[in-house]
């Protein structure tokens, strides 16, 4: 129900810009937020985004450098990620809560993606 994409090698210091595709439910109505995982590593919260794309949060490692959006009519939302840094390389998931207030804790969210790879070279 949920279809990330845009994942990819890019150079540090590169943009990309990472889609998610939500369908089978009234997402537009649903918090989006994206998480990500290195290798090795416990998912992290990256960003995420209100229902009505009035409100956005973001972790200070990406804070200034990516931006979340959405875009209701399409149900997707958006990561633009610039300035890329290797420390970036991951796995990113997209995932959509029903919540009041926006939320940072993955166990908070009610569904998931597969999962993009990006990777950041040095």
């Known amino acids: 129900q949920l279809q990330a994409c845009g994942g990819g090698l890019v150079q540090a210091g590169g943009s990309l810009r990472l889609s998610c595709a939500a369908s089978g439910r009234t997402f537009s109505r649903y918090d989006m937020g994206w998480f990500r995982q290195a290798h090795g590593k416990e998912r992290e919260f990256v960003a995420t985004i209100k229902w009505s794309g009035g409100s956005t949060y973001y972790a200070d490692s990406v804070k200034g450098r990516f931006t979340i959006s959405r875009a209701n009519a399409k149900s997707t939302v958006y990561l633009q990620m610039n300035s890329l840094k290797p420390e970036d390389t991951a796995v990113y998931y997209c995932?959509?809560?029903?919540?009041?207030?926006?939320?940072?804790?993955?166990?908070?969210?009610?569904?998931w993606g597969q999962g993009t790879q990006v990777t950041v070279s040095s």
């Open positions: 995932a959509a809560r029903w919540g009041s207030i926006v939320s940072s804790r993955s166990s908070e969210y009610d569904y």
